[in-house]
């Protein structure tokens, strides 16, 4: 259900903090992991599983457990599902305190190894079974990776599939589309985790957020749902004077976009819209207009915004979607492992009953006078069965009212040294790294947390 | 042992916290009976951000300080730190009355008073108003004027301030625990007892202590402080630079940082590189030594140079004699004596706690100043003030320095 407050005015509630995990499996979940500390995360528990001990020792995530060690003795998997399947069976009550008392849980792993690959299954199993909703993020790896890498992956996703609730997929191919073509493996590789975390925090704060128009969690579920479907993940952010339309153009470059392109074939999008206090209703319009322009009549956006004092000047666009598989990622997906599964049944019945929403729902049928409602939610937290075709909904824009108050001063053209920060940073969002939680150190005019050599513009390397 | 021998000093750091457990001696000494550490999480540039998870991790350390110390821990002296802290100095006056031409400890307390009548802002609250020099009758430089005959009393304090809602924010972490606070002190004040002795605090010398998340200040002349603050810029800003130059996670950052990193640049080899592991079953990246050098040392030569800066917005700078010393984590970064006397323009030392008894080699470690300056600072405000309730009464107003 989508709620519009009236006005930008309403005070930030305390809201209660919905308790959310976030978990990497395997080597690359790790490094995701670490890369979503980097980028500041304190709305939600990390935990880092792997049954490579040092990986698991370098990790900088709070919560660490290590799987199989009578099964790998702390080295990897080898690259082998089975070995990791079995370790992480044989961690299962290890792994379960690990999960409990969360709402959500979002796992991120890499595909195509062997913990990754054989463990996740079972995390997310474990992850359902302590009635959590769970989302999972992994990545199927480079071409070049090899076929038995890419088979094992597509069978673990096919896995999956069936037992999150949804699978957010980023295919390595694609990221490697996003760095200069010799920048090599470490950088597609950062460049996935970026985006893995990008979008693992965007969606955290979609949630944690109080946000002035909230997007419920089956909303949520509804755009990330899709099998096999490939994920469509924009993010831009802008200061310029036109910053609603340059953030928008920004998120829609993302290689992840298709250039916008496949936006139109989706049935639901979820867009976030975060700035500062200066953010006016007339940019969120802009920004609306704008995106409704990208898409079919059919499609459904799913919208939220929030203010956020550290945003400043900027105003960040995250947009999220799937696509259905048509014929290329569906088709190859391997038969399923003959799944041993002893200690997991069939997931599908826990799945109707989850409840995420904080309860009593923050913004929901409460009588406050300065919220309109706008259309019934769709069919409460009903979770269809993943094979159930995407239903094709209604358009349904939630466009704000009439603007209420007096249109923005237009602020000074700030054009000058945004150049040549953009050149270095090239693909990577200016985030504020691990300093986002807490208040920018300003000295002389100069915000401290960005690099220095950023800032004194010194190409390093 | 009676427990109210007993002094134990809490840093909240950004990145560890450290507790320690001394034991005053009848002869006057103190001696450290253990120190207790645990990883910090929650904390952000020197501030409790996230309160629960600081917390547990506070908690952590104290059991540890426990068994290592073999004592229950009741109450503490605990540390602040944060960019929200300031200071300036400020000359409080006062009339010694018409009945009496003695000044008394009254009139010490009331110059003091005096002292704070300046505006700061209204959700600020005092640390510390430490003294500078007392004046009796327009006379300079009087160390002691209790007893003296004068109509007159005047008195130059460094005061130091910060925002109240952040400071509680710390005393209530460590009432939840739950455990007493005894005092909480600004911690390069703390890390300055152990870190300076007295006979460099008269000669004039700059303590800097870098930690993870911040880089606290204090300068001394004449045996006074005359300058304190804290910059919101440490050892994390470090290894974020180097994360996001390299694209390396954090965690490989810190410890490239840690075991290869330099700020010194001009060392490394022509085309020197340092291989990093990878676990992801590919090659390796390699990196060159001298652009990781680089990152570090642009980072540190800023922190430097910015805080030589706002230094330089008042004379003391120029009658440092001892010079700058470097104390916190960073100050184990390799080359960092050299950059710093480069930047400041005088001698520069790294250096941890040293003028205090019992010092083992195993606390002789920069990380630790703050914490076993605390107790330092502690022993020397008991000393002054022997009797408990009176100390109570005083509460903050005290002024050691
Ligand atoms: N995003 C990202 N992906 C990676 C990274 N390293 C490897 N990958 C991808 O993830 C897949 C799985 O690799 P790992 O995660 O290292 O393997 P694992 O799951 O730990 O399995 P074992 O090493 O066999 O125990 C690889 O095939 C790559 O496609 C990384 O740093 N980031
Ligand atoms: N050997 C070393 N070489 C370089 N840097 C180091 C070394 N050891 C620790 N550090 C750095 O020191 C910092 C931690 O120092 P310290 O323990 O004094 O900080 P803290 O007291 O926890 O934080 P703060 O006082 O800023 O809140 C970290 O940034 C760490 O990387
Ligand atoms: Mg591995
Ligand atoms: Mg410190």
């Not at chain 2, 330089?312 to 700058?324: K, L, R, S």
Request: hydrophobic share 40%.
């Amino acid at each position: 259900m989508i709620q519009l407050s009236k006005n930008y005015t309403l005070p930030e509630r305390e809201e209660e903090i919905i308790p959310i995990k976030i978990v990497g499996v395997g080597g690359a979940g790790a490094n995701a992991l670490d890369r979503i500390v980097l980028d500041g995360m304190e709305k939600a528990d990390l935990i880092a599983i792997n049954t490579d001990v040092q990986s698991l020792a370098s990790s900088v995530a709070a919560h660490k457990v290590q799987l199989g060690r009578a099964v790998t003795r702390g080295l990897g998997a080898g690259g082998d599902p089975e070995v990791g399947q079995q370790a992480a069976l044989e961690s299962a009550e290890e792994i379960r305190p690990a999960l409990a008392n969360a709402r959500m849980i979002f796992i991120c792993t890499g595909l195509g190894g062997g913990t990754g690959s054989g463990a996740a299954p079972v995390v997310a199993q474990i992850a359902r079974e302590a009635g959590s909703l769970v989302i999972v993020f992994a990545t199927l790896p480079f071409s070049f990776e090899g076929k038995r890498r890419t088979a094992q992956a597509h069978a673990a996703l096919g896995r999956l599939n069936q037992i999150a609730h949804a699978v957010i997929c980023f295919e390595n191919d694609r990221m490697g589309d996003m760095v200069a073509p010799k920048a090599g493996i470490h950088q597609a590789f950062a460049m996935a985790d970026v985006t893995i975390s990008q979008s693992a925090r965007s969606i955290v704060n979609l949630i944690q957020r109080p946000g002035l128009i909230r997007i419920g969690f089956d909303d949520l579920l509804t755009a990330l749902r899709s099998e096999n479907g490939r994920c469509l993940f924009g993010f831009g952010e802008s200061d310029s004077d036109n910053r609603a339309h340059d953030a928008l153009r920004q998120a829609l470059k993302n290689p992840l976009m298709d250039k916008g392109r496949m936006l139109a074939d989706a049935a639901h999008v979820l867009v976030q819209v975060t700035g500062g206090p200066s953010m006016t209703l007339s940019e969120v319009e802009i920004l609306m207009q704008e995106l409704n322009r990208q898409v079919n009549e059919h499609t459904q956006i799913l919208f939220g915004t929030a203010v956020d004092g550290r945003m400043g000047n900027r105003l960040a666009v995250t947009i999220i979607s799937s696509l259905r598989a048509e014929i290329d990622v569906a088709s190859d997906v391997a038969a399923p492992l003959p799944v041993p599964a002893p200690i997991w049944e069939q997931p599908q019945e826990a799945a109707a009953k989850i409840d995420i929403l904080p309860q009593p729902p923050v913004l929901a049928p409460a009588p406050a006078p300065d919220l309109i409602p706008f259309e019934p939610p769709p069919p409460a937290a009903e979770l269809p069965p993943p094979i159930a075709p995407v239903e094709k909904s209604r358009s349904r824009v939630i466009m704000p009212r009439k603007k209420s108050e007096p249109e923005e001063e237009p602020k000074p053209a700030r054009q000058k040294f945004g150049q040549a920060k953009q050149e270095v940073l090239q693909f990577e969002p200016v985030t504020r790294g691990r300093f986002e939680k807490s208040e920018p150190t300003i000295i002389e005019g100069q915000d401290l947390d960005v690099p220095t050599f950023l800032r004194k513009n010194i190409r390093v390397k | 042992m009676a427990s109210n021998d007993l002094v134990v000093g809490l840093e909240i750091g950004t990145s560890k916290i450290c507790v320690v457990v001394g034991e005053g001696r009848p002869d006057g000494t103190l001696r450290i009976l253990g120190v207790g550490q645990a990883p910090s999480r929650g904390v952000r540039k020197g501030e409790i951000v996230d309160f629960e998870t600081a917390m547990k991790c506070v908690h952590e350390a104290v059991v540890d300080a426990e068994q290592k110390s073999d004592v229950m821990i009741r109450s503490i002296y605990v540390s602040v730190a944060g960019g929200h802290i300031q200071s300036f100095n400020n000359r409080g006056c006062v009339m010694v009355p018409e009945d009496r031409d003695e000044i008394d400890e009254q009139d010490i307390e009331d110059v003091k008073v005096s002292a704070r009548e300046v505006s700061i802002p209204a959700s600020n609250a005092f640390l510390h108003s430490i003294i500078q020099h007392y004046h009796v009758d327009g006379q300079d430089g009087v160390l002691n004027p209790v007893g003296m005959l004068g109509e007159k009393l005047e008195a130059d304090f460094h005061i130091i301030h910060g925002v109240r809602n952040r400071i509680q924010n710390t005393i209530r972490c460590v009432k939840e625990l739950p455990l007493e606070v005894e005092d909480v002190v600004f911690s390069a004040l703390a890390s300055a007892q152990v870190v300076l002795t007295q006979h460099q605090k008269n000669l004039g010398a700059l303590v800097v202590d870098m930690g993870g998340g911040t880089t606290d200040y204090i300068l001394y002349v004449d045996g006074a402080v005359k300058q304190s603050g804290v910059l919101g810029i440490g050892g994390d800003h470090v290894t974020n630079d180097i994360s996001m130059a390299l694209r390396i996670p954090m965690a490989r950052a810190e410890k490239l940082k840690l075991e290869e990193g330099s700020c010194v640049l001009g060392n490394c080899l022509p085309g020197e590189t340092i291989l990093l592991k990878d676990d992801s079953g590919f090659a390796g990246k390699e990196i060159e030594r001298e652009t990781l050098n680089t990152i570090i040392n642009l980072r540190v030569r800023e922190i430097f140079e910015l805080l030589k800066r706002k230094l330089e917005a008042e004379p003391f700078i120029n009658y440092i004699g001892a010079g700058v010393f470097i104390t916190g984590g960073c100050s184990l970064l390799d080359g960092i004596e050299h950059l710093a006397g480069e930047s400041f323009e005088m001698p520069a030392h790294a250096a941890h706690a040293q003028t205090i008894a019992g010092l083992t080699s195993a606390f002789e470690n920069p990380q630790f100043s703050t914490a076993i300056g605390l107790i330092k600072y502690a022993q020397a405000v008991q000393a002054e003030r022997p009797a408990r309730g009176f100390r109570r009464l005083i509460g903050k107003f005290f002024s050691y320095g």
